[in-house]
């Protein structure tokens, strides 16, 4: 049996033999059916049924308990919710391990939420620096706003703020970009 820690360079490998054996349609369809639909149906019921507050509880019980470093915000009225990742464990894992199969680990996380957002009526802006560090807004889909400036809902915690932020390949997602295939 592995460990709940070395589960994450498992993860790691399987997408990249999935990439190379049958393509990348088949690594987007095992995030959307084996994680989105599967495994994290949990997260996906608090959040459709809940909104910002089943996001809240959802994340809020996860990132601490895999010990992330990590800041929340949320505004349950206007439906916003913010996380600063400073220090993802799951890509930090891999990281000091060694683990580098897939070319862009931290696609899994859109790969699979990304679903469940759209079911829930939310929209998901998100960069992430492939150094475990990132951010994510999310917000009500009728919301014609885009992200937040630096610092505007997070103050000093906001990830871009951080002097090494900015180092890294970036990838960046913005709701306006995002649809997920059948």
């Known amino acids: 049996m592995i460990g709940c820690s070395e589960f994450c360079g498992c993860y790691d490998w399987t997408f990249e033999w999935l990439r190379r054996n049958f393509g990348q349609e088949a690594v987007e369809r095992y995030w959307r059916q084996a994680i989105s639909a599967d495994s994290q149906r949990h997260a996906a019921e608090l959040i459709v049924s809940q909104g910002v507050a089943g996001m809240m509880k959802y994340w809020g019980h996860t990132l601490a308990e895999e010990k992330a470093g ?5 505004d349950e009225q206007r439906q916003v919710m913010r996380i600063e990742m400073h220090a993802c464990p799951s890509l930090g894992y891999n990281l000091q391990h060694g683990y580098r199969y897939y070319h862009d680990y931290c696609d899994h996380c859109m790969g699979w939420l990304l679903p469940i957002m759209e079911r829930a009526g939310f929209v998901i802006h998100h960069d992430h620096n492939h150094r475990g560090q990132c951010w994510w807004e999310m917000r009500r889909r009728e919301d014609p706003q885009g992200p937040s400036q630096p610092g505007e809902l997070t103050g000093r915690h ?3 703020l951080l002097p090494d932020y ?7 997602w913005h709701a306006s970009q995002l649809t997920t295939a059948p």
Do not use: E, F, K, L
């Open 158 to 160: 906001d990830v871009r």
């Open 70 to 74: 990590y800041v929340t915000w949320a």
């Open 166 to 172: 900015q180092r890294g390949n970036h990838h960046t």
